[in-house]
């Protein structure tokens, strides 16, 4: 199968544009499949995107797990590739289909999260920081701190995402900078931070619509935030806010396609990978998201320098400054519980 679809996509490619006439479906994140790109993708191609969001890693195994054949992609993060494989839910990838896997940064190419057994599972795509962010008017000095969430003054104008990892969070503000190896009793004291900062939360975010329009709305004024996207989003409908990177360091992640074990849209999802590493789709998902991308050579080519530097373009290394995501394993439902819990409250 592997030298078929090789064989066929490099046809295609010679013969040009080569109509599949044919559907992708993909589970994935606001953004990633934006009209912007995705219709000269559709026009080019033949296929037509049907896509379906997500507001957590949480929700890959679910929707998959749930059956029917629905989904021909998704796009996991770091922390949540490798359930995936270990699920059975995706298939190893022909990267001999994808054009541009070479130019591919080795660093995220070297991550073990997308790979088993020497096969690769999954397709770098975007990287960042979960950052913080605030209200330019609500604070005459910058906050600085993690802490600055748990400020008794910013009643009902707090928000944190509805996450896992707002367990994170409170752990680099209790001190527990090992936050992906926490003890129970460190997950505990995480769990009562949060619990403790409850009654000051507005409202915990699922998608970035939600926040931003938190935002526009002032009913928000201090969160945390996927780096670039909203604060984009609030800045494009004349809202001022500012990231920014606290004392107590920031989260990392990456997220890669993967493909759905035995989608039978072959020919349409590796058309779509294609597209998601060229030019169009990296500079179409750094645009609308403002997201980093993997694939450098692309990312030279269709962005100004101004916006290559401003999103680490020259430095993939910035990411080794943050925490980046790994997978919970044995632990995952020690913290998902621990967050439940706080919901619950």
Not at 112 to 134: H, K, L, N, S, T
Request: proline letters at 5%.
């Amino acid at each position: 199968m592997k030298k078929t679809l090789t064989a066929m996509l490099t046809l295609g490619l010679a013969a040009g544009p080569a109509l599949a006439e044919g559907t992708v479906n993909v589970l994935t994140w606001e953004g990633y499949a934006d009209p912007s790109f995705i219709t000269k993708f559709e026009e080019e191609s033949g296929c037509k995107v049907s896509a379906t969001y997500v507001g957590s890693n949480d929700d890959f195994a679910p929707k998959l797990l749930g059956g029917g054949g629905i989904y021909d992609l998704i796009t996991p993060s770091i922390d949540t590739t490798a359930l995936m494989i270990d699920l059975g839910l995706v298939e190893p990838l022909d990267t001999a289909a994808i054009t541009g896997w070479n130019d591919i940064y080795p660093k995220f190419l070297s991550q073990e999260g997308i790979q088993r057994d020497g096969a690769y599972y999954g397709m770098p795509y975007v990287w960042g920081a979960i950052a913080f962010m605030y209200l330019d008017s609500a604070f005459p000095t910058p906050p600085t701190s993690i802490a600055d969430l748990w400020n008794p003054e910013l009643k009902g104008k707090i928000s944190l995402w509805d996450d896992k990892s707002s367990i994170y969070v409170a752990a680099r503000k209790n001190g527990d900078m090992d936050i992906y190896n926490l003890t129970d009793e460190q997950i505990e004291k995480a769990k009562a931070a949060l619990v403790e900062q409850k009654p000051l939360v507005r409202k915990y975010w699922a998608t970035a619509g939600e926040l931003v329009d938190l935002y526009k709305a002032g009913e928000v004024v201090i969160s945390n935030t996927w780096a670039g996207y909203q604060s984009g989003l609030l800045k494009a409908e004349g809202v001022k806010v500012t990231e920014f990177i606290p004392k107590e360091g920031a989260e990392g992640w990456m997220d890669s396609w993967m493909v759905v074990k035995d989608t039978p849209n072959k020919e349409c999802a590796y058309k779509f990978l294609n597209m998601q590493l060229s030019e169009l789709g990296q500079c179409g998902v750094a645009n609308v998201n403002g997201y980093s991308v993997a694939n450098a050579a692309a990312a030279k080519a269709c962005m100004p320098a101004e916006q290559y530097a401003a999103l680490h373009q020259d430095d993939p290394n910035y990411l080794d400054s943050l925490q980046v995501w790994q997978a919970l394993g044995d632990r995952f439902e020690a913290y998902t519980n621990a967050w439940n819990a706080v919901k619950a409250q």
